[in-house]
């Protein structure tokens, strides 16, 4: 990785393990730092705008997956680790006691795989790769209760790794694209029921892609937006339909993008963000209104990302942290605030340390 010096900041106190996270703050744990993956963790406060250093994971992550559990616990999967080694291993987050915690491993070392809350006890951790780079179409079940890992007897209709997931109900998770066992971009869906434990094919989207983003509306539709369809990045997006259980193309972005971020906001908008397309990495970000089903772009960033980790504020405001600003890898620690009402970004203090590809979560 290249070397990122980061400015001198003043940073606000440590968040100290056993004084409770206020329910409104935001975790953002590991990634690629400036040398090497970090164990390191954050925690936004939107009321000060300002991150505080929260207690390190208890392991170096990157390529894991994240997923809020009953409004106190945030579920880290998987990934590999600072080695390169692929992990088994995952851990929770406890807003109460601003500790992570080390629960039950998985039933496969996994990189890239899903994860999706089914219900204040459940997450559905499914795909990804295994330590050979082969992708995988096993699922298994965390359950918060007994804090340990349950594989499903049902396999995903396709080995999948780089697949987005989104929830449609307590019962329905959307399973979208990511790349096959050769690494080739998937234009197929599925669904997994919770009821039934099993996974269904859906109709096909118009585009195979890799690198997208996924963002949920209403309950009932699953917004799929660029990505790579291994020829270059893609401008076209999609919506999936709960209803006819079908892809509808909606207007393409106003520009390519892949590695980008997709925001759903107030159940209508969608805020999408930085990622790399066809002149680089990019700094422009556009709006999604399911009302009209077009994109208009609105302010652009401070700078330029991709793999920026980005998460749900109050106020109908979206932050975005970290990234790179260059591609494969320039991570930085600046981070930024959209507003719904302005159309805009605005510059917040940063994080403890520059990383890419790390994820997000509210307490939800």
């Known amino acids: 990785l290249v070397a990122f010096l980061l400015a001198a900041t003043i940073w606000p106190a440590i968040a100290r393990a056993g004084a409770a996270v206020p329910a409104d703050?935001?975790?953002?744990?590991?990634?690629?730092?400036?040398?090497?993956?970090?164990?390191?963790?954050?925690?936004?406060?939107?009321?000060?705008?300002?991150?505080?250093?929260?207690?390190?994971?208890?392991?170096?992550?990157?390529?894991?997956?994240?997923?809020?559990?009953?409004?106190?616990?945030?579920?880290?999967?998987?990934?590999?680790?600072?080695?390169?080694?692929?992990?088994?291993?995952?851990e929770i987050f406890d807003r109460k006691s601003a500790m992570f915690i080390a629960v039950g491993k998985m039933n496969a070392v996994r990189q890239a795989p899903s994860a999706t809350t089914l219900n204040r006890r459940q997450v559905l951790i499914a795909g990804g790769a295994d330590g050979n780079s082969v992708a995988l179409d096993s699922a298994e079940i965390f359950d918060l209760q007994s804090r340990t890992f349950t594989a499903l007897a049902g396999t995903m209709k396709e080995k999948r790794v780089f697949h987005q997931a989104a929830r449609l109900s307590n019962r329905l998770v959307l399973i979208v694209g990511g790349d096959d066992q050769n690494l080739n971009p998937l234009g197929d869906a599925e669904l997994f029921d919770a009821r039934t434990g099993t996974f269904s094919a859906v109709g096909d989207m118009h585009d195979a892609r890799d690198s997208h983003a996924v963002a949920v509306l209403a309950k009932r539709f699953v917004l799929v937006t660029g990505g790579n369809n291994g020829s270059g990045a893609l401008a076209s997006a999609e919506l999936f339909d709960l209803k006819t259980r079908t892809f509808v193309k909606v207007g393409d972005m106003s520009e390519a993008r892949a590695l980008h971020t997709a925001t759903a906001i107030n159940n209508r908008f969608v805020l999408v963000a930085g990622g790399v397309g066809v002149s680089g990495v990019l700094d422009s970000a556009e709006l999604f209104d399911l009302k009209t089903r077009q994109f208009t772009p609105v302010g652009k960033m401070s700078q330029v990302r991709l793999l920026q980790a980005a998460a749900l504020l109050t106020g109908s405001r979206v932050l975005i942290a970290g990234g790179s600003t260059a591609f494969p890898a320039a991570p930085v620690a600046t981070a930024e605030v959209f507003s719904l009402k302005t159309k805009s970004f605005t510059p917040v203090g940063s994080l403890s340390e520059a990383r890419l590809d790390a994820l997000a979560s509210g307490f939800h």
């Open 25 to 90: 703050n935001i975790l953002v744990t590991g990634g690629f730092g400036a040398d090497t993956i970090v164990a390191s963790a954050n925690l936004f406060d939107p009321q000060t705008m300002r991150f505080a250093v929260a207690p390190d994971m208890t392991t170096s992550r990157v390529s894991y997956a994240m997923a809020p559990i009953a409004g106190r616990f945030i579920l880290i999967a998987g990934g590999f680790d600072a080695t390169r080694t692929v992990l088994d291993s995952a």
